[in-house]
């Protein structure tokens, strides 16, 4: 088992729909969680942090973390053609440990 | 952008011969990162730094070095390099470790 998974994709979504990216992790321990956006050709871009449970909002996007259930998610609202990119989820066990980083997911949104 | 430069952007090099990467901060961050990332493997942390001359092994550190002589540069060294390290490399910084990684623009690196 990976330790961090998420669906390949590519998802596609049309233009202002609500655009749902999941993560799941292997390490119960994990503490801080991360979402990075990668448009193609460039590096990724921290856009979201989350480290409790629940909702955490910043404008369109809203992180979900559920540990008991190992999983954690983006929603995208009103989703623009210029949130086409690939969607990396980062995982943290403690403070001193290494980022862990899935494989991503391509999210393509339709105009 | 936070201000990371990487140095060379592309670079096509023989197998065997030795390659150095660069990275460059202004923003006086403590922590810097090496990654690479290859299609279905995600970024894979290489090595990295918590301040100068202090450096530790990552997931994938075979066959790679790494200096930091001062705070702003952080250099990943290919000894010999071998088709297998054909990747994009990526150079990261934070304030805290392993928490808010920023990244540089990122090198090509093809190895023939």
């Known amino acids: 088992q990976k330790e961090v998974e998420q669906n390949s994709g590519p998802l596609s979504v049309p233009e202002g729909a609500i655009a749902s990216l999941n993560c799941t992790y292997s390490d119960r321990g994990s503490q801080s969680f991360f979402w990075y956006r990668q448009y193609s050709g460039k590096s990724p871009e921290l856009i979201m942090s989350i480290y409790s449970n629940g909702d955490k909002e910043d404008g369109r996007f809203t992180a979900q973390l559920n540990k008991a259930s190992q999983y954690v998610s983006l929603l995208i609202r009103d989703s623009q053609p210029s949130d086409s990119a690939t969607y990396l989820c980062a995982v943290k066990k403690t403070s001193y440990d290494k980022v862990i980083f899935g494989p991503g997911t391509s999210l393509s949104v339709i105009p | ?112």
């Open chain 2, 1 to 112: 952008d936070a201000g990371i430069t990487q140095s060379p952007r592309h670079k096509v090099t023989e197998t065997g011969t030795p390659v150095t990467l660069r990275c460059h901060q202004t923003e006086n961050h403590r922590y810097m990162y090496w990654y690479r990332q290859d299609p279905g493997h995600g970024l894979r942390l290489i090595h990295y730094s918590y301040g100068v001359k202090d450096t530790d092994k990552g997931e994938v550190s075979d066959g790679y070095s790494v200096s930091r002589s001062k705070t702003e540069d952080f250099l990943l060294t290919l000894e010999s390099a071998t088709s297998s390290q054909t990747s994009v490399y990526f150079c990261a910084i934070s304030e805290e470790q392993h928490l808010r990684e920023y990244f540089g623009p990122g090198t090509r690196l093809t190895v023939t």
